[in-house]
């Protein structure tokens, strides 16, 4: 069989949905402009870790065959994630996602000797363990008119004695966080249970229709994307590889934390808007990063669901991207000095008021960034990936909740995760990657500010 460093390849399938789905025609969903505003970008990575210590032949008859299985009932409702990307080489021709008969995702099932009590730590570990355990999308496919992009893949990891790992790749024009989870709760769901029953009778279905009509947006976003790029010859999307300099690690905020954070914030900003848990955390870490770098000017970028916040709104089952930006810019050293925590709070709590405010809606009919009028790009920009919303320790194939979640498209960017904790909800999970020496000065920092 196939070998990779610490890796063995055990299967390689193509799972489409049963018949008569995957001959039911060709179906195309539209982009609107907050998936095209992904679709250069890096993918999305999710790894799932579960304590399992099954035998491998228990492995490969019964856990392989359920989540073939399970998966190929999952892709009838969610058709989108078995199709491709269409980029048209026509600029202002709107790209879609488009399944067709035969479409499949690929799923590897492999096997790993890496140390699997080390990988589910929360201590700093090297990123490069990681990805050995997210699959890549596969090969473009160039054609006269456009070109096909896979937008799904799957790997499944088997730790001897141990578990297992579940690791996910998407392109984000595929969808924001809400789609992915809603996908991820029938996909677990009709795994648990052997059918869709349960699904059907508590889940709401996707909603396909174009809902979110900004049609300027749409043509504007897709004006500033160099969909060129795709007919290049040496054109790929950017992967993760090792060796790197770089660990990753989580740490935790606890609802006490947070409470203590938050009566700093209040003695000295008492009519601060937008004071949430979430806000707090951010300001708390990115103060925290602030300290570790040597950088000038950083940009911090909230992700805002828009959902709940368009006139009228969107309902929750909507499936794409629903996203609009809110960026925030400072020098560092307001950052680190004495009250850099307050002052991270102070720009965060008053940009997102302004934004949830703003008498003319949430989305603009231009790019968030162009209302900062910076002088240059920052060195720094501090992306958030997640929410504590959603659940994300609720995803359980029949297996109990994930002894260890982590999201390794933070490492592309050196953004920031921020979810709700397997135990407490309320506590909430920061995912970090940083270089070893960055890591040692935001552990210190980040442990002194909550002593």
């Given at each position: 069989?196939?070998?990779?460093?610490?890796?063995?390849?055990?299967?390689?399938s193509?799972v489409?949905?049963?018949p008569?789905?995957?001959?039911?025609?060709?179906?195309?969903?539209p982009?609107?402009?907050?998936?095209?505003?992904?679709l250069?970008e890096?993918?999305?990575?999710?790894?799932?870790?579960y304590e399992?210590?099954?035998?491998k032949?228990h492995?490969?008859e019964?856990?392989?065959?359920?989540?073939?299985?399970?998966?190929?009932?999952?892709l009838?409702?969610?058709?989108?994630f078995?199709g491709?990307?269409?980029?048209?080489?026509t600029?202002?021709k709107?790209?879609?996602?488009?399944?067709?008969?035969g479409d499949h995702?690929k799923?590897t099932?492999?096997?790993?000797?890496?140390?699997?009590?080390e990988?589910?730590?929360?201590?700093?570990?090297?990123c490069?363990?990681?990805?050995?355990?997210?699959p890549?999308?596969?090969?473009?496919?160039k054609?006269?008119?456009?070109v096909?992009i896979?937008v799904?893949?799957?790997?499944?990891?088997f730790f001897p004695?141990?578990?297992?790992s579940i690791?996910?790749t998407s392109?984000?024009?595929?969808g924001?966080?809400?789609t992915?989870?809603r996908f991820?709760?029938?996909?677990?769901?009709i795994?648990?249970?052997?059918?869709?029953?349960?699904?059907?009778?508590?889940?709401t279905?996707?909603?396909?229709e174009?809902?979110v009509k900004?049609?300027?947006l749409?043509?504007?976003?897709l004006s500033?994307k160099?969909v060129?790029?795709?007919?290049?010859?040496?054109f790929?999307f950017p992967y993760?590889s090792g060796?790197?300099?770089k660990v990753?690690?989580?740490f935790?905020?606890?609802r006490?934390?947070i409470?203590?954070?938050?009566?700093?914030?209040?003695?000295?900003?008492?009519?601060l808007p937008c004071?949430?848990?979430f806000t707090?955390?951010?300001?708390y870490?990115?103060?925290c990063?602030?300290?570790?770098?040597?950088?000038e000017?950083e940009?911090?970028?909230i992700?805002?669901?828009c959902?709940?916040?368009?006139?009228p709104?969107?309902?929750e089952?909507?499936?794409?991207n629903c996203?609009?930006?809110?960026?925030i810019?400072?020098k560092?050293?307001h950052?680190?000095?004495?009250?850099?925590f307050?002052t991270?709070?102070?720009?965060?709590g008053e940009?997102?008021?302004k934004m949830l405010t703003?008498?003319?809606g949430i989305?603009k009919?231009?790019e968030?960034?162009?209302?900062?009028?910076?002088d240059?790009?920052?060195?720094?920009?501090?992306?958030?990936?997640?929410?504590?919303k959603?659940k994300l320790?609720?995803v359980?194939?029949g297996?109990g909740?994930?002894?260890?979640?982590?999201k390794?498209?933070i490492d592309y960017?050196?953004?920031?995760?921020i979810d709700?904790?397997k135990?407490?909800?309320?506590?909430?999970?920061?995912?970090?990657?940083?270089?070893?020496?960055e890591m040692?000065?935001?552990?210190?920092?980040f442990?002194?500010?909550?002593?």
């Amino acid at each position: 069989m196939p070998t990779l460093p610490n890796l063995t390849i055990l299967r390689e399938s193509q799972v489409s949905p049963p018949p008569p789905a995957n001959v039911a025609g060709e179906r195309s969903l539209p982009l609107t402009f907050s998936d095209i505003y992904w679709l250069l970008e890096h993918p999305l990575h999710y790894l799932f870790f579960y304590e399992l210590p099954v035998t491998k032949t228990h492995f490969m008859e019964t856990i392989v065959p359920n989540l073939e299985h399970s998966l190929s009932t999952t892709l009838q409702y969610f058709f989108p994630f078995v199709g491709k990307l269409i980029v048209f080489r026509t600029p202002t021709k709107i790209p879609e996602i488009r399944s067709d008969e035969g479409d499949h995702v690929k799923v590897t099932f492999a096997e790993s000797n890496l140390d699997f009590i080390e990988l589910t730590g929360y201590n700093p570990r090297n990123c490069e363990n990681f990805y050995h355990l997210i699959p890549r999308l596969e090969q473009c496919v160039k054609l006269p008119d456009y070109v096909e992009i896979p937008v799904f893949s799957v790997q499944v990891t088997f730790f001897p004695n141990h578990g297992l790992s579940i690791g996910m790749t998407s392109h984000h024009s595929l969808g924001d966080a809400s789609t992915q989870f809603r996908f991820l709760k029938a996909w677990t769901s009709i795994a648990r249970c052997g059918t869709d029953e349960s699904f059907l009778a508590n889940e709401t279905l996707p909603l396909y229709e174009r809902v979110v009509k900004y049609p300027k947006l749409d043509e504007t976003f897709l004006s500033r994307k160099k969909v060129e790029s795709f007919f290049e010859e040496d054109f790929q999307f950017p992967y993760l590889s090792g060796p790197t300099n770089k660990v990753r690690a989580s740490f935790i905020l606890t609802r006490t934390n947070i409470d203590r954070l938050k009566k700093k914030v209040f003695t000295k900003l008492p009519t601060l808007p937008c004071a949430s848990s979430f806000t707090i955390t951010c300001a708390y870490i990115w103060s925290c990063i602030a300290k570790s770098r040597n950088d000038e000017l950083e940009l911090f970028v909230i992700p805002i669901d828009c959902k709940a916040r368009l006139d009228p709104p969107i309902p929750e089952a909507y499936f794409g991207n629903c996203l609009w930006a809110c960026p925030i810019a400072a020098k560092t050293d307001h950052l680190t000095k004495k009250e850099g925590f307050i002052t991270a709070a102070r720009l965060i709590g008053e940009n997102l008021h302004k934004m949830l405010t703003d008498k003319d809606g949430i989305v603009k009919e231009k790019e968030p960034s162009e209302d900062l009028n910076l002088d240059r790009m920052p060195t720094t920009i501090i992306g958030i990936s997640g929410t504590p919303k959603i659940k994300l320790y609720e995803v359980d194939f029949g297996w109990g909740k994930p002894k260890k979640i982590e999201k390794v498209s933070i490492d592309y960017s050196g953004s920031i995760s921020i979810d709700a904790c397997k135990e407490m909800y309320e506590d909430m999970e920061i995912g970090v990657c940083l270089t070893d020496d960055e890591m040692q000065a935001f552990v210190h920092v980040f442990n002194e500010g909550l002593a």
